[in-house]
């Protein structure tokens, strides 16, 4: 990393929250990936837009962090900044129906302060293990619900480095994907519209969904939750059942026995094991079924 650039962000962020060589392996949910050249966490919002518009005018890559639960980063590292936006954490209620969360908030901790006000809306959203930021790139959805039917509006920093608020209407939100993603927009926070509901029973829901998972799931290991994104008509994880590919392995990785639309670490495996597990399911399902999964994990880093 350029020492000019290194220099020019010290003066940005204090020297605590900056890490050189920060091994990416800490922040994904896979707990596999190499080093990142830098690794900053920037205290406030405005700290986040001033860092964007340095890195942008010197032509250095960066990347968004939230949970790294849909990551994947190679082992070589990534030559470049990652922020993270774990320090906007701010969650609050605005009035009776509303809720404001930082995009660093974790969608485990909005669930339960949605529960204990009793709002109800956010329940399909507890066990999905990302940010609330993650979770607007990606429209992030499971057991029937998704963020587009909760969100009022998001608060990003556009790629002009300007800050945006854009209704959640205009998000163009679809099957995990966003204008937000697609336009390169850095979430800062989101206003979430609930409905007010009974405590116990978004208790019970939230119970119910949360043994569905474990049931289905394999918990139990490192992954990035669904390996690859559901092709129209089929279901990624059935399709692969049906190529005989179930416990399949590449190193250490492995197409879950439990759920197929897994991949897991299951022994110690690297980036490297994930990454050609996944080529190889895609290239064995094409071959029996003709259908392309695509990946919905998203790749950092040269593999
Ligand atoms: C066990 C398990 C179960 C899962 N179940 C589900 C599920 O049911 N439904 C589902 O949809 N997903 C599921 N996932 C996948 C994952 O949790 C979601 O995609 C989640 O929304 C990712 O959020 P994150 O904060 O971890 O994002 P990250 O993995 O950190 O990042 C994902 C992408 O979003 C970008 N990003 C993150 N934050 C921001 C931000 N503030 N501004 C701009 N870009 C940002 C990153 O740059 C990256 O491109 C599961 C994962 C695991 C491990």
Do not use: W
């Amino acid at each position: 990393m350029n020492n000019e650039v290194i220099e020019g962000l010290k003066k940005l962020v204090p020297e605590k929250d900056i890490s050189i060589d920060e091994l990416m392996s800490r922040h994904t949910t896979f707990r596999t990936g190499g080093p990142a050249s830098l690794f900053l966490r920037p205290e406030d919002e405005e700290t986040v837009i001033l860092v964007i518009g340095f890195l942008r005018s010197k032509g250095c890559p960066f990347f968004i962090l939230g949970n790294g639960s849909n990551l994947l980063v190679s082992d070589k590292g990534y030559d470049g900044v990652i922020i993270s936006v774990e320090r906007l954490n701010d969650l609050h209620i605005e009035n009776d129906t509303t809720m404001v969360a930082g995009a660093g908030v974790l969608n485990s901790a909005i669930a339960s302060l949605a529960r204990d006000n009793s709002l109800s809306g956010f329940e399909f959203a507890a066990g999905i293990p990302g940010t609330i930021g993650g979770a607007m790139i990606m429209n992030a959805g499971a057991y029937g619900g998704e963020m587009k039917d909760i969100t009022s509006s998001v608060r990003a920093i556009t790629p002009d480095g300007e800050i945006k608020v854009i209704p959640g209407a205009d998000c163009d939100f679809g099957y995990r994907t966003s204008a937000l993603k697609r336009g390169g927009f850095v979430v800062t926070s989101a206003r979430l519209t609930l409905t007010a509901g009974s405590r116990d029973e978004i208790s019970e829901r939230m119970t119910e969904l949360a043994l569905k998972r474990k049931e289905k799931q394999p918990l139990e290991y490192p992954s990035a939750g669904s390996t690859f994104k559901r092709p129209e008509g089929y279901f990624a994880g059935k399709l692969i059942e049906d190529a005989g590919l179930r416990g399949l392995s590449v190193g250490g990785a492995q197409v879950s026995e439990k759920h197929c639309g897994f991949v897991i670490n299951k022994d110690n495996a690297t980036s490297t094991d994930v990454y050609k597990l996944i080529q190889e399911v895609k290239k064995r399902v094409f071959e029996s079924s003709g259908v392309e999964l695509e990946p919905e994990v998203v790749m950092l880093g040269d593999f």
